[in-house]
């Protein structure tokens, strides 16, 4: 190996913004896994209670109510209503800082049905064309996980009545956001 590459191999290492491919952050704890593991077949899955019988987000050891374990996975219902929505102006992740480079980014907070709030990406494209300031609190979304560029689920919302049923489906949705691939960095090593 020449002086020339080890160098560059150096750089790419340590310096995530001279990368050519930039991907989304994928360190994950053991839960974190096992929600992306959970998520996988289904929309969305998360952590029941079997003896309160109560949903857990996010993941966890221990029931946040009756602090029982033996948490078990299992798909849930994914309506709920926003709770608030921002746009993502700055980034300390490579992947996401050249995505707002472009224009801001889109993220909602989201009060499922059965009462945990999640913040998700928001698909603004699924809301009729309509730009994020035209979506207000209180829209009743669809939230679903999926998995992004590094292989983790995240979690996305949609409006409601957007067609979500099928892996197809969603992985279309995921796709037009851009989140399938890594951000590509012209002249990156």
């Given amino acids: 190996m020449t002086t020339t590459s080890t160098m560059r191999n150096r750089l790419k290492h340590n310096r995530p913004s001279v990368r050519k491919n930039a991907r989304p952050p994928k360190q994950r704890t053991q839960l974190g896994q096992a929600f992306t593991a959970a998520n996988l077949p289904c929309a969305l899955a998360l952590q029941h209670c079997p003896h309160c019988d109560s949903l857990q987000y996010p993941p966890r050891e221990l029931c946040q109510h009756c602090l029982?374990?033996?948490?078990?996975?299992?798909?849930?219902?994914?309506?709920?209503?926003?709770?608030?929505?921002?746009?993502?102006?700055?980034?300390?992740?490579?992947?996401?800082?050249?995505?707002?480079?472009?224009?801001?980014?889109?993220?909602?907070?989201?009060?499922?049905?059965?009462?945990?709030?999640?913040?998700?990406h928001l698909a603004v494209q699924t809301f009729g064309g309509t730009g994020i300031s035209e979506i207000k609190a209180g829209s009743t979304v669809a939230v679903f996980s999926h998995t992004d560029a590094s292989q983790s689920a995240v979690l996305f919302a949609v409006a409601a009545g957007t067609a979500i049923e099928t892996a197809a489906q969603r992985r279309t949705i995921v796709a037009e956001l851009g989140l399938l691939e890594p951000s590509v960095k012209p002249g990156g090593i």
Avoid at 89 to 116: D, M
Wanted: proline share 4%; glycine share 8%.
């Fill in 68 to 120: 029982g374990d033996g948490l078990v996975w299992r798909e849930t219902a994914t309506a709920g209503k926003i709770i608030n929505r921002i746009e993502l102006h700055h980034s300390l992740w490579e992947y996401f800082k050249r995505r707002v480079q472009t224009q801001p980014w889109p993220i909602a907070s989201v009060r499922l049905q059965h009462g945990s709030t999640v913040f998700a």
